[in-house]
């Protein structure tokens, strides 16, 4: 198969949500990392769940509400100026180490970006990592309305680059993310890098990476 | 407004999912409740995955599935016994020790399960507890092949018995199964057993009980 474009997932694949953790110690001492930790799984819950519920609202929006329900379960306080100073914290969230090199090399294909965030927040966090000059495409579920991994969000990139979709490598780190990606049809990297357990989903990806810079030699 | 039909969730709502974590012990000793909690939340995860990726599995399977999921994390063994043991015990799940009387003393008006259970799970569940002359109908996700919040489930019920949503009283324990109901347009009480603050998902219920046994009162 020849790889026809390389569409990369942005949370947790190409940007470090760990890294928050330290960030999020100035608004809550000592709670960092329990925050970012319960924060980011009211994220994808909220995200699936308004999917379902076919109650979209944008991605800084579920990123706030999933703040809020996070801190409620932690007595934690939340309030205006926390969000915001959150959602710059999101934007300035920090990319791989090995994420500009990589982008590098694969210079002469298409690198793409689909993610649940919204436009705004995507070209404002590869903006912050001097990246945009190496990525040629960022597609986010807002023009669907629906959060991954409902197929019509990875429909966007068919439909957008008209390539078949098993000419399409997806390289994601959440495992129900690359689970998705693979049964909607496209050739799918999972990076791996806790070795976590895949979830059973009935799928599995086409290969299993423990850092993105192991991606090139495989394509 | 005049209440047409009450209708009840079962899992954790009629029937009590804590108390699987002593009859795990034996199967896991030492690790029933740390099981249960995980098994439980990848239950839910995987049934709200499947159902955006369009990839439906009936709830027997992502019961097993989710034990898989479970025990890969925990490092638990999970062979073929395991899964029929716990698919077994499952049949079993006790009701809440109100059940019974809540169930009589709604007699005059139709009482239904809406649940993402099989249909063969839910009157095994319903039989071992005594309670099938109690319930006068059982809907299942089964029948539209997607779970809870889709509104395809709770339209169901709409269907089934001809009534206006708004004179249909849902009552679950599962906060996003009850936002997801206020959302499709049921009057909605959630049972809030362990006083948890409401997940943030764009709408609350229209009432919140400590216990089951507080909703004669009110209907």
Known sequence: MEVGAVVFDAYGTLFDIDALAPQCESLWPG????????????QLQYSWLRSLMASYVDFDVITAEAMVG??????????????RSFLKIIRTLQAFPEVPALLKALGGRKRVILSNGSPAMLEATVGNNGLSGEIDLILSADTVQVYKPDPRVYQLVVDKLAIEKERIAFVSSNGWDAC??????????WVNRMRSPLDELGVVPDQILSSLAELPGYL
Chains 1, 2 share one sequence.
């Open 70 to 83: 996070a801190c409620k379960v932690l007595d934690l306080p939340c309030d205006v100026s926390h969000i």
């Open 180 to 189: 998705g990606a693979k049964r909607f049809g496209f050739w799918v990297s």
């Open 31 to 42: 709670k960092g990392k329990a925050f970012v930790d319960l924060w980011r799984a009211k």
